[in-house]
């Protein structure tokens, strides 16, 4: 039988426990999960590629996600020839309201025209509705308390590195 396997994208910078509740149904939804750290030219990062991915392992971990979930990151080009290398047909994003959905439905039809790539959204824990990864930089930037949004490896990192 054919191995379902999709891809959940994103800058992830730094990941949120908005993610991590995300990663956690999709993980269940298909035979094998990629959460992929992808670099957005349209944000300015805050973490480099590589600290996000060790970031994202750390967490997954400490959560006790399922197995069945690898984490890598891509800047070799399009997002959907990634998901060609690896076999995956389908992508997983997060979709906390309206604002999301205005941004992720032209990818989503552009991924989906360039290599019939189809996107399903889920619907996150009321919970994590308003946490993003840009209030998380913004509350840390300015010195503020951001563990109640974030993973305990990421709360203890930007603790850290804080100057
Ligand atoms: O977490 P973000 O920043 O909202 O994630 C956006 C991301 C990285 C998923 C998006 O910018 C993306 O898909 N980039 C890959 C480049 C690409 O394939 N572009 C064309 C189709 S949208």
Not at 5 to 28: E, K, N, Q, W
Not at 107 to 131: Q, Y
Not at 152 to 158: F, Q
Request: net charge negative; proline share 6%; aromatic share 4%.
């Amino acid at each position: 039988m054919m191995r379902r396997i999709a891809v959940v994208p994103g800058s992830f910078d730094p990941v949120t426990l908005g993610h991590l509740d995300v990663i956690d149904r999709a993980a269940g939804l298909f035979d094998e999960l990629h959460v992929l750290v992808v670099h957005n030219p349209d944000k300015s990062a805050l973490l480099p590629i590589s600290q996000r991915v060790s970031l994202l392992e750390q967490s997954i971990k400490e959560a006790g996600l399922p197995t069945n979930i690898v984490v890598a990151s891509w800047s070799m080009g399009l997002l959907v020839d990634y998901c060609m290398d690896v076999g995956a047909s389908v992508l997983v994003k997060g979709i906390r309201s309206q604002v999301d959905v205005a941004y992720e439905t032209p990818m989503a039809i552009v991924n989906r025209n360039l290599a019939a790539v189809e996107t399903v959204f889920l619907l996150p824990d009321p919970a994590n509705a308003h946490v993003s990864s840009s209030l998380v930089r913004q509350v840390a930037g300015l010195g503020g308390d951001v563990s109640p949004y974030v993973p305990h490896a990421v709360a203890e990192y930007l603790e850290r590195s804080r100057v």
